[in-house]
C-alpha cells in the first residue's frame, strides 16, 4: 500500500520510521518532510494547510492512507476534506479536534462529564479576567485558548506578572487568535505523565508512559518550548495511577466526545499531574506527541498500520496493543538561543553513525537537504533516542549518542530524564 505522512518534525520521521517496517507498506511519502524522512520517504513539497493541492496529491498517487501528524491540519479539518474525497485517512475530524484546538472546549467537558483537572474560568474580555486575578491564589496558569505551538501556558507567581500575561495572551495577542480566549486555571503541583493512545470512536488503547522537558534550560528554566525531551516509560506511572485513569480519564473522555455528537478516531494525548488528591488532566492533544512519539513508538512491538486501520475501521478492540519491556530516552539537539532567535543552515556532521543500528534512533526535526549536506533548519533540530535495559541505561545511552553528532550553534538540555535518579 502507500502512504502519506501530513508534516516536517521529528514526530512525522518518528511515525514515517515505524510506517517503513510494515510489510504491508511498498511506498511511503511525506509532505513536506525534511532530511530525515527522505531517507525513508519521497519527500514533496505541499505545506500541511495547503489541503487543496493534499487531497489532488493523494488523488493522484492513489494514497491507501494517509496520516496527519500536526495539529494545525487536523484542527482545520483536513481529515475532513481528505474523506469528503473519498480518501482514507488517521486522524480526529474537525469536530473531534476542537479537542486540543479550544482549551476552553475541553475544560467544558471535562466539567460536564466530571473527568478530573484543574479549577478554571473561561474569559473573553481582558478586564473582566484582571478583576478575577485580583481575588484569585497564586501561583496561577493562563493559558491561550487555541493552538499556540505549545508555547501558550503562562504560570504567573504574582498579581503583576498575572496582568502583564492577560495583556501579551489577550491584548498585543501573542498567539494571535489563539489569545481571544483565556483561560485561568488553578496551578496544580506534582509529576507530570503523558499518556499517549489510540481511539477508535467507542475503544481506547494505551501506549506506554512518558514524561516532557518543556522548558529550554537545566533543572526546568528558561522559556518554555516544543519540548527538549523524554523519557518512556514514566516511573511515577504506577499500576494504581494506570487503574484510576483508565476508569476517569481515559474512557470517559472517549465517551464524552461521542456523547457530544463528536466522535473522536485517531490519537488522544493525555498530559496528567499526578496531584495529592490524584492524577488530574493537565491538557488534551489530539495527535502524538512531540517528542514523546520519539521514544513511544520505537518500544512498540505491533504494525503501526494495523493498528490505525483498526481505528478507522472500529476495531481497536481485537488489537493487542504491545510494547517493549525495556525504555528510551530522547534528548533533542536543538540551535542555541531557541524558542527565541537562532540561526539556521549549518551543516551536521556525524549522521551516519545511526545507520544500521537498532537500539539508537536520530529522528530529524528541524533539518534540510543541500549540495553542502545536511544542515540546521529549524529551532529543534534533531532528536536523538535511545534504548536500554532500564531509563538509567537509556538515559547513558541517549547522552553518549549526542556526541556522535556535531554542528555549529548545537544546543541541549543535560538533565532530560534527571528524575529517574530520584524515582
Known sequence: ????????????????????????VDKIYCAPGNAGIGMIAECVPIGAMEFDKLVAFAKEKEIDLTIVGMDDPLVGGLIDELEAAGLRAFGPRKNAAILEGSKAFSKDLMKKYNIPTAAYENFTDADEAIAYLEQADFPIVLKADGLALGKGVLICQNLEEAKEGVKSIMLDKQFGSAGNTLVIEEFMTGREVSVLSYVDGKTIKTMTSAQDHKRAGDG?????????????????????VDEFCQKYIYQPTVDAMAAEGREFKGIIFFGLMLTEKGPKVLEYNARFGDPEAQVVLPRMKND???????????TLDEVDLQFEDNAAVCVVLASDGYPVKYEKGFVIEGLDKFEGQDSYFCFHAGTKKTEEGIVTNGGRV?????????????????YAATKWVTFENKYMRNDIGKAIDEA
Open 304 to 314: 503501526i498500520i494495523e493498528v490505525l486501520e483498526a481505528c478507522i475501521d472500529g
Open 382 to 398: 534533531l532528536g536523538i533516542t535511545a534504548k536500554g535495559a532500564d531509563l538509567k541505561q537509556a538515559r547513558a545511552n541517549a
Open 1 to 24: 500500500m502507500k502512504v502519506l505522512i501530513v508534516g516536517s518534525g521529528g514526530r512525522e520521521h518518528a511515525i514515517a520510521s515505524s510506517v517503513a517496517k510494515s510489510d504491508k
Open 220 to 240: 526546568d528554566t528558561g522559556l518554555n518550548t516544543g519540548g527538549m525531551g523524554t523519557f518512556s516509560p514514566s516511573p511515577f506511572y504506577t499500576k494504581e
